[in-house]
Each structure stands twice: as structure tokens, then as C-alpha cells.
């Protein structure tokens, strides 16, 4: 088995060995995770927080020993705090990184860090004003930073720089946390799903109090919720049909 990080700010994952390929999802900066095949120009991997599975062009990682792969997947994950910060490498050149950067490889990847960082878990009320920060990021597939960010991205990315691991995808955060019976019985900081004609889940959002919902249909935006789903009141129509509410904190 071999291992990597990311030593680039922001770079995509493929769903196939191609750059025309759909792009699923990010590694930010010092992301680790191990490399599960290698071709000439490719390497599908397993990202180490949600152990998510991609393709990264072999151009924008860095291999790592074994060691240093269990030394960061042991530590207490250190982000960085503000939408967009910079680092300087050994040359004195900046590396612009998005909130929600991994910042504990810094000295591993001879980068100096002098901004502001988040660790460890936080009260469950931090989870709304987290995601107030990324109000009116556009929507990107696959996208997890201010500069494109995808619902289920906006909401891995929010409950991560609190301190909480969710999966990638929504279906798959819908597999996680304890359903509530009643909208009524929701709280701010826990998450709503929401499904397709066919029964698919394929929206999350992040329930805010007064029965208002922050989520990603366009841009990030903050609509109403009631019984039924998201309603808009710009088009004056529901645009997301509730499947579940459930509390993850």
C-alpha cells in the first residue's frame, strides 16, 4: 500500500482516469489518504477522512511514508479558520488555501502557517454560524470551498471544521444519526434530506431555528422549511420534497 496528501490548495477528484472526467469531489490542502491503484498519469485513492474513492491526477499529490500517513491519521486534525488564508513554501512563494484546509502537514511539506486554525469538537450552536460563512458560494458539483461547493460538500465541510465526520455524498450522510419523527422536533445544526420523484436521496441542508434551512440550490442560500420541504419564496414554490430530518450532534 502506498499513501499521499495533497500539497495544492484545491484539487479534483475524477470519477475516471481523465481530465474531461466528471469531477465527484476535492482533496484540500493537506488531505492524506492511500493510494489504492497507480497508472502513469493516475492514481485512484481513499481519502483518510471519509474514505471516499477517486481519481487524482498523479501531478497533484505528494507520496508520504507509512508512518507519516498513521502520524497524521493519529493527530488531532488542525483547519484552517478563515475562507481563504495563505501559507509560504521554502521559497518564500504563497499557496493560497480555503477554509477547511488540513494544516497539520505544514512542517512535513516545509510550508510556514501563520493563520488562524479550528480544533477539536465544538458546541452544537457553532454549526449554523460555520455555515453562514459560505452564504452565497456558487454551486459546483463535487465542489467543497467558498469558490464552488455542492449541498452535501457544504455540509461535510460545516460539521468537519466543527469537529464531525460526516460522509460524502447525501445519500450516504442519510445513513448517519438518529431520525426525528417531527420538523418540530428538529434544532438548529442538524440535517434535512430531502428526495427525488423516484425515492432517491439527493439534497441535504443544515436546519437553522424558525424553521429556516441553509443549503445549496444554486448558490448557498437560506430558504424556508415546513412539513412539505424547502419552499422558495423567489419562485413561490416548494423545490425540495422532505424525506428526514436527523440529528447527527
Not at 4 to 29: A, D
Not at 45 to 56: L, S, T, Y
Not at 84 to 107: E, R, V, Y
Not at 183 to 200: N, P, Q, T, W
Request: glycine letters at 8%; proline letters at 4%; one cysteine or more.
Amino acid at each position: 500500500m502506498q499513501y499521499g496528501i495533497c500539497p495544492l490548495s484545491i484539487v479534483p477528484l475524477r470519477e475516471t482516469t481523465s481530465n474531461n472526467s466528471e469531477m465527484v469531489s476535492q482533496v484540500l490542502y493537506g488531505e492524506h489518504f492511500k493510494i489504492l491503484e497507480e497508472r502513469a498519469q493516475w492514481s485512484r485513492i481513499r481519502v483518510a477522512f471519509d474514505n471516499f474513492e477517486a481519481w487524482i491526477s498523479n501531478k497533484q499529490l505528494l507520496k508520504i511514508p507509512e508512518e507519516t500517513y498513521l502520524q497524521l491519521d493519529r493527530a488531532t486534525p488542525k483547519y484552517s479558520a478563515d475562507l481563504f488564508d495563505f501559507l509560504t513554501d521554502q521559497n518564500g512563494h504563497l499557496i493560497t488555501i480555503p477554509i477547511g484546509a488540513s494544516i497539520n502537514a505544514t512542517g512535513l511539506l516545509n510550508h510556514h502557517f501563520e493563520g488562524h486554525s479550528d480544533a477539536g469538537k465544538k458546541p452544537k450552536m457553532e454549526i449554523v454560524k460555520t455555515a453562514l460563512l459560505y452564504l452565497n458560494s456558487p454551486y459546483a458539483w463535487g465542489g467543497k470551498s467558498p469558490l464552488g461547493i455542492d449541498c452535501s460538500g457544504l455540509t461535510q465541510m460545516v460539521y468537519k471544521l466543527n469537529g464531525y465526520q460526516l460522509n460524502r455524498n447525501s445519500a450516504d450522510q442519510a445513513k448517519q444519526g438518529e431520525p426525528l419523527s417531527f420538523i418540530e422536533e428538529s434544532e438548529a445544526g442538524d440535517l434535512a434530506f430531502f428526495d427525488d420523484k423516484d425515492g432517491v436521496i439527493d439534497h441535504v441542508g443544515i436546519m437553522m431555528n424558525d424553521n429556516y434551512i441553509i443549503h445549496v440550490d444554486g448558490k448557498v442560500r437560506i430558504d424556508r422549511i415546513d412539513h412539505s420541504g424547502i419552499f422558495n419564496a423567489e419562485l413561490k414554490r416548494h423545490t425540495h420534497q422532505l424525506r428526514v430530518i436527523k440529528k447527527i450532534i
